[in-house]
């Protein structure tokens, strides 16, 4: 079974399906669903954003509880590999130009 979803805004009762162009002529089932997120955005208006709270609910995300649970670490065995030490090289490098003979 092929499946396609597609997503249009409708402006007419006649519509043009090119995704569909393989399936003319065969039986296929058709549902049609309204987008509750675009339905609302077009009640809200384009200049009337949802709040980030609002977002946060349609998403379904939750607040933060403990912020160390993201915050990862530096690998122990790579804590002192000389990055730090040759950046620091590197950059004196280009900031020292040798003095020439004037």
Request: proline residues 5%.
């Amino acid at each position: 079974m092929n499946a396609v979803r597609i997503r249009k805004h409708l402006d007419s009762h006649v519509l043009d399906l090119p995704e569909i162009a393989g399936m003319v002529g065969k039986t296929v089932e058709i549902i049609v669903l309204e987008d509750q997120q675009s339905a609302a955005a077009v009640e809200r208006g384009a200049w009337n954003s949802p709040t980030i709270k609002e977002q946060a609910a349609a998403q379904g995300t939750r607040p933060l509880q403990d912020f160390n649970s993201i915050v990862g670490g530096w690998p122990e065995d790579q804590l002192d590999d000389g990055f730090e030490a040759a950046l620091d090289d590197r950059r004196r490098q280009e900031i020292v130009t040798p003095l020439g003979d004037d």
